[in-house]
């Protein structure tokens, strides 16, 4: 899996991408055929936006899926946990779709009718005295 870590308007330290390395186990475990993944850290200039300063974007493409989340905050480590976990939960969604839309088309083997007798029951009344 390719991890390619990008910054906008910010430098991106050695500490941040130990971080993200470490942290991608997740993502794999849940998508195993991911084959690129993209993380984009903006900072954003303006101080009236400061609780807001920090985002990280995070883009998965696994096949033909794309996936992707986004999550801001003040420090860069709570951004990416933040847009971690919003994307951890889109791919177990997606994967759980998958794995119901499959299940749903099951065959169902045919029954032969000429096997299973009919049980009748018969009673008689007697007549009251």
């Known amino acids: ?9 910010t430098q991106i330290n050695q500490r941040f ?12 475990a849940i998508a195993p055929d991911a084959q690129r993944v ?12 400061a609780d807001t300063a920090k985002r990280v974007e ?3 493409v696994a096949g033909s899926t794309v996936i992707r989340a986004e999550a ?7 951004a ?3 847009a971690l976990d919003k994307l951890t939960l889109r791919l177990r969604r997606t ?7 499959r299940r749903g088309y099951t ?15 018969t009673t008689v009344e007697e007549p009251e005295e």
């Open 107 to 121: 065959e169902m083997t045919p029954v032969d009718m000429g096997a299973v007798e009919p049980e009748i029951e």
């Open 38 to 49: 993209q993380i984009v850290l903006t900072h954003e200039g303006n101080p009236r936006q």
């Open 95 to 101: 994967r759980d779709r998958r794995k119901d839309h």
């Open 72 to 78: 801001s905050s003040t420090d860069q480590f709570s």
């Open 80 to 82: 990416l946990d933040m």
């Open 1 to 9: 899996m390719e991890i390619v870590i990008t910054g906008r308007h």
């Open 58 to 60: 995070i883009t998965v």
């Open 17 to 28: 991408r130990d971080v993200v390395e470490s942290k991608m186990n997740r993502v794999t």
